[in-house]
């Protein structure tokens, strides 16, 4: 799994007007918990650009005055108006510990279904995923070469080693539709 260093900077102040101030400065106050202890921190917001505004998942190396750390992103706050980032929520990776993360989806193969003039239309582009830190993939391969008109690729017929899909069994990765174009050629040749 791809890593990405981040640079941080530990915070004295904690509390709302503290955070604000931060805020205003073009920083992000940032929690990373799951370690001996809670490290409050603050990272200025134009790092998290390749972190969260990418479909790709990552381990984050830490860096938070001289202390490094090897986390993954748990959970982000964006405020609700102006998508301005808020907060972020590390979980710092132990050694055996098996964490849950958002994994990104990758299609591989070509759907028949496709190429008889359907669409493909992605139903989930995450699969959430339980795994040791050292067995993350980067991605989930799901094979679409056997998906034919109407029909759709379902998280339980995905092949997994390493790692457990803790997605819902009978939810549908993607589904090959068919136009209203192609539904009435169906129809006048039957």
């Not at 134009?46 to 990552?58: G, M």
């Not at 379902?154 to 390493?162: D, I, R």
Request: net charge neutral.
């Amino acid at each position: 799994m791809k890593s990405l260093e981040i640079v941080g900077f530990k915070r004295a102040n904690l509390g709302k007007t503290d955070a604000k101030a931060l805020r205003l400065d073009a920083q992000v106050p940032c929690v990373l918990y799951g370690g001996t202890d809670t490290v409050h921190f603050s990272v200025p917001a134009i790092l998290f650009r390749e972190l969260l505004y990418t479909p790709e998942a990552h381990i984050v190396d830490l860096n938070v005055e001289g202390t490094h750390y090897r986390a993954i992103v748990q959970d982000a706050q964006f405020h609700p108006v102006n998508e301005m980032l808020l907060h972020v929520d590390f979980l710092e990776l132990q050694e055996g510990k098996e964490v849950k993360m958002d994994i990104p989806v990758k299609y591989i193969g070509v759907s028949p279904g496709v190429l008889a003039g359907g669409k493909l239309a992605s139903k989930l582009r995450k699969l959430k995923v339980k795994a040791t830190a050292d067995n993350l993939p980067d991605y989930v391969e799901v094979d679409i070469s056997t998906l034919e008109l109407g029909k759709s690729v379902k998280v339980g017929a995905v092949q997994t080693n390493n790692y457990t899909i803790l997605t819902s069994a009978q939810a549908p990765i993607a589904t090959v539709t068919i136009p209203r174009a192609l539904k009435g050629e169906m129809a006048a040749n039957k």
